[in-house]
């Protein structure tokens, strides 16, 4: 999962959910179902804004077909 044009050195955080959902929070969009969701950890993104979480996926049946909805949320100090 990979984080682009966030703020230069900025702290994020990632979330992977089972559900999507389409909710305003505080004027930011919110994608996912924070109730099937799960938190990846904060990473602190380059220089250039970037980040990339390494999610490895299990070889597993009962995965086929699965949808995983990802947003990522970015720090902004100012």
Do not use: W
């Not at 909710?23 to 924070?34: A, Q, W």
């Not at 999610?55 to 995965?63: E, F, Q, Y």
């Amino acid at each position: 999962m990979t984080i682009e044009q966030g703020l230069p050195n900025a702290t994020a955080v990632g979330f992977l959910s089972l559900q999507r959902k389409d909710v305003t929070v505080g004027g930011v969009r919110v994608l996912i179902d924070f109730g099937t969701s799960l938190q990846l950890p904060l990473m602190k993104l380059d220089g250039t804004g970037q980040g990339t979480y390494q999610l490895p996926i299990p070889n597993a049946a009962a995965l086929l077909g699965a949808r995983v909805v990802q947003q990522a949320f970015v720090g902004d100090a100012g």
